[in-house]
């Protein structure tokens, strides 16, 4: 069956830290570019960074470059977020999802940065 989960979001003060994770399955996972995605309530979903296949070449949104890392295990099927010096703008529902020939979307995972 395939299946993208994402986890690891929460509430976190502004300037603190997440690590999100989405485990993908039912698909050649090592193949493919991947890429989060965030929905902030009311706006459409927008591109927050992409890792290729090797995890040699990275893209990074204007609004995080500095602040978030997106790495991947290809052995676990996984690819990660690191999010650092959040700010309450980084509110949103984070998703994962291949670049090109998109899955069903997953749940996301919520983050809220707030006091």
């Known amino acids: 069956q395939v299946q993208l989960v994402e986890s690891g979001g929460g509430l976190v003060q502004p300037g603190g830290s997440l690590r999100l994770s989405c485990a993908a399955s039912?698909?050649?996972?090592?193949?493919?570019?991947m890429t989060w995605y965030r929905q902030a309530p009311g706006k459409e979903r927008e591109l927050v960074a992409d890792?290729?296949?090797?995890?040699?070449?990275?893209n990074y949104a204007d609004s995080v470059k500095g602040r978030f890392t997106i790495s991947r295990d290809n052995a676990k099927n996984t690819v990660y977020l690191q999010m650092n010096s959040l700010k309450p703008e980084d509110t949103a529902v984070y998703y994962c999802?291949?670049?090109?020939?998109?899955?069903?979307w997953g749940q996301g995972t919520p983050v809220v940065v707030s006091k």
């Open positions: 039912g698909f050649s996972f090592s193949n493919y570019v």
């Open positions: 999802n291949r670049r090109t020939f998109k899955l069903p």
């Open positions: 890792i290729t296949t090797s995890g040699r070449t990275i």
